[in-house]
């Protein structure tokens, strides 16, 4: 993959119909380690990140119905709720953001179902409709007559609308999934695969206004408007300024590496679907789908009525910035489910954190503080990435590169037991210790930025820095 000299990388787009969640925070969190990363690698300007919002369809249509707001200032409202999470979380400074409803996300739409036309046909349809998943239900789909992930009854539709000749692709999307690259874990690439081999079913593109009027237009036709994911999926490219074919388009997507990020239930969305899109718009497919696992609670889905929603705004307000990056990308398995409680989460934070992290920064620099002369020039350029946690990022394993980084700060802590420097104050022991922090501190980067500058300028100052990580009361 180095070979490249450009890399894009994106989340899925949340609907805005609620506040950001917690699995969303832990998308954009990976996304933002990779791209913080990759950066370093290929230098400035050669990363492309990006994230935004959903912001059509029926859900977000009735949601915003239900609270007596127009759907255009409703939209508006929880995509600022959005762009905040840039600072709680602390997301590189160059993240790029869409919205569904920008007016160059609405051409390119438009364009899309253009360049798909010859696959594109008209035709009576009964089915379905469950409103959460916002698609037409399958039989598969169903226990007692209710969907599988809504446990709610669907509507039954019937209407005239535009579909997508998904079947055509089955062979071509078969051999889009051969390359063991296309998606990681390589598990999920099996579930597409057995996807495509029980065959596949045109899709739905479209709406008809009479029932829904919240979406993009469909070109050449009054009567209906693009259906959601059509018009969602886009948003990947248009983003980049496509269908305009220079500039950041073919920088980033036809001569870059193209990465995307999404929950473990969008395989058939984003591996399937928007590729076969892609094949029949003649763009080139993305070159690697990564899917993370869910964030349960308590063995639960987390739900409003279980009343066990944690949400990374509480999370933030409780430990700080950093150290909710640390609870998400170390405790969270990179991709399969976690189970994740306030509980736990304080027990993390105080064990790696508070007793782990911070106590060794503190220790550290006050032995180096009251021993090491305080003119003495430390060397913080000379730190690097150790092999291991190349190699792990370039595998997106973000869990065991900080498992890695704690492994050293436990082995640096018992240095220090074994070799008492504050009693022997023997100076090449505490130099070396300071040393091994900054390279500690280094491999942190791209996942605690923050936290990594503070133990890199108190070694430079050569002065114990503030508690990092105060104790909980
Ligand atoms: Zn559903």
């Known amino acids: 993959m180095s070979q490249n000299k450009s890399f894009y990388i994106t989340t899925t787009l949340p609907y805005v119909n609620a506040e950001p969640h917690i699995g969303f925070a832990l998308e954009i969190l990976q996304a933002d380690v990779l791209a913080r990363w990759k950066q370093w690698e290929l230098g400035d300007g050669n990363v492309?990140?990006?994230?935004?919002?959903?912001?059509?369809?029926?859900?977000?249509f009735e949601a915003a119905t239900r609270t007596g707001e127009k759907v255009e200032s409703y939209?508006?409202?929880?995509?600022?709720?959005?762009?905040?999470?840039?600072?709680?979380?602390?997301?590189?400074?160059?993240?790029?953001?869409?919205?569904?409803?920008?007016?160059?996300?609405?051409?390119?739409?438009q364009e899309l179902w253009h360049k798909c036309k010859k696959d594109i046909y008209k035709k009576e349809f009964e089915g379905l409709y469950c409103v959460g998943?916002?698609?037409?239900l399958t039989q598969r789909d169903l226990v007692n007559g209710?969907?599988?992930?809504?446990?709610?009854?669907?509507?039954?539709?019937?209407?005239?609308?535009?579909?997508?000749?998904?079947?055509?692709y089955e062979k071509e999307l078969l051999k889009y999934l051969e390359d063991p690259k296309v998606i990681i874990p390589d598990w999920r690439r099996a579930e597409a695969i057995n996807f495509v081999k029980e065959g596949l079913e045109d899709f739905s593109i479209s709406r008809d206004k009479s029932r829904l009027t919240w979406g993009i237009p469909v070109?050449?036709?009054?009567?209906?408007?693009?259906?959601?994911?059509?018009?969602?999926?886009?948003?990947?490219?248009?983003?980049?300024?496509?269908?305009?074919?220079?500039?950041?388009?073919?920088?980033?997507?036809?001569?870059?590496?193209?990465?995307?990020?999404?929950?473990?239930?969008?395989?058939?969305?984003?591996?399937?679907?928007?590729?076969?899109?892609?094949?029949?718009?003649?763009?080139?497919?993305?070159?690697?789908?990564?899917?993370?696992?869910?964030?349960?609670?308590?063995?639960?889905?987390?739900?409003?009525?279980?009343?066990?929603?944690?949400?990374?705004?509480?999370?933030?307000?409780?430990?700080?910035?950093?150290?909710?990056?640390?609870?998400?990308?170390?405790?969270?398995?990179?991709?399969?489910?976690t189970d994740v409680t306030w509980g736990r989460l304080d027990e993390?934070?105080?064990?790696?954190?508070?007793?782990?992290?911070?106590?060794?920064?503190?220790?550290i620099m006050k032995l180096a503080e009251d021993n090491i002369d305080e003119t003495t020039d430390w060397d913080t350029h000379g730190y690097n990435f150790s092999g291991y946690t190349k190699e792990k990022l370039d595998e997106y394993r973000e869990d065991l590169v900080m498992d890695y980084i704690w492994s050293k700060i436990a082995e640096l802590d018992k240095k220090i037991q074994d070799k008492?420097?504050?009693?022997?104050?023997?100076?090449?022991?505490?130099?070396d210790l300071v040393e091994e922090l900054g390279q500690i501190a280094y491999n942190l980067k791209s996942f605690m930025p923050k936290t990594s500058e503070k133990i890199i300028e108190s070694i430079k100052v050569n002065k114990k820095p503030e508690n990092l990580f105060p104790r909980q009361d």
Not at 348 to 363: D, H, I, M, P, Q
Not at 420 to 431: G, L, N
């Open 146 to 168: 209710k969907c599988s992930i809504h446990n709610t009854e669907p509507q039954l539709l019937r209407e005239k609308n535009w579909f997508f000749r998904f079947s055509k």
């Open 133 to 136: 998943c916002e698609r037409f």
């Open 219 to 337: 070109p050449n036709d009054d009567t209906q408007v693009i259906y959601v994911w059509f018009d969602a999926l886009t948003s990947y490219i248009s983003t980049l300024g496509w269908p305009d074919e220079k500039g950041d388009f073919k920088k980033f997507w036809q001569e870059g590496h193209t990465l995307q990020l999404a929950g473990k239930d969008q395989v058939r969305f984003q591996s399937l679907m928007w590729q076969a899109m892609l094949m029949s718009a003649g763009i080139k497919n993305t070159d690697q789908v990564f899917y993370h696992g869910f964030i349960n609670s308590g063995g639960q889905k987390m739900s409003k009525s279980l009343g066990n929603v944690i949400n990374p705004y509480d999370m933030v307000k409780k430990y700080g910035t950093d150290a909710t990056r640390y609870l998400l990308l170390r405790h969270v398995h990179s991709t399969e489910d």
């Open 48 to 60: 492309f990140f990006n994230t935004g919002t959903d912001e059509h369809g029926q859900k977000i």
């Open 420 to 431: 008492k420097p504050w009693e022997t104050k023997d100076k090449k022991v505490i130099t």
């Open 75 to 109: 939209v508006e409202k929880y995509a600022q709720e959005f762009k905040k999470l840039k600072e709680i979380l602390g997301l590189s400074d160059n993240l790029r953001f869409i919205r569904t409803t920008d007016e160059r996300h609405i051409r390119a739409a």
């Open 348 to 363: 993390w934070y105080e064990a790696g954190l508070v007793n782990g992290l911070g106590n060794l920064v503190s220790r």
